[in-house]
């Protein structure tokens, strides 16, 4: 079974950066998307990043030109290098494949003064 593990997160203030990280591990078959997800306080889970075996990649409007995707080699690890953080970034941020497995714990962000 594929698990799933986050880290990175952090206490940052409005403008700071972070870098998060996540390892998939106990897929029996190549893994070809991995998606960052985000969950703040009484909302719903929301995709903000993805990218594909082939390096393609989607944002979700509130983050494009602040979050990148990387993922490096096609590897089962992706990054979300996180610029020009608002308070409203703060969520626990999962990552996960396509198609889903379990979530894994997820990492804390939080943005404030």
């Known amino acids: 079974q594929v698990q799933l593990v986050e880290s990175g997160g952090g206490l940052v203030q409005p403008g700071g950066s972070l870098r998060l990280s996540c390892a998939a591990s106990g897929s029996r078959f190549a893994i070809n998307t991995m998606v960052w997800y985000r969950q703040a306080p009484g909302k719903e889970r929301e995709a903000v990043a993805q990218?594909?075996?082939?390096?393609?990649?989607n944002y979700a409007d509130s983050v494009k030109g602040r979050f990148t995707i990387s993922r490096p080699n096609a590897e089962n690890t992706v990054y979300l290098q996180m610029n020009n953080l608002k308070p409203e970034d703060t969520a626990v941020y999962y990552c996960?494949?396509?198609?889903?497995?379990?979530w894994g714990q997820g990492t804390q962000v939080t943005v404030s003064s």
């Open positions: 990218i594909t075996g082939v390096y393609r990649v």
């Open positions: 996960n494949i396509v198609p889903a497995v379990p």
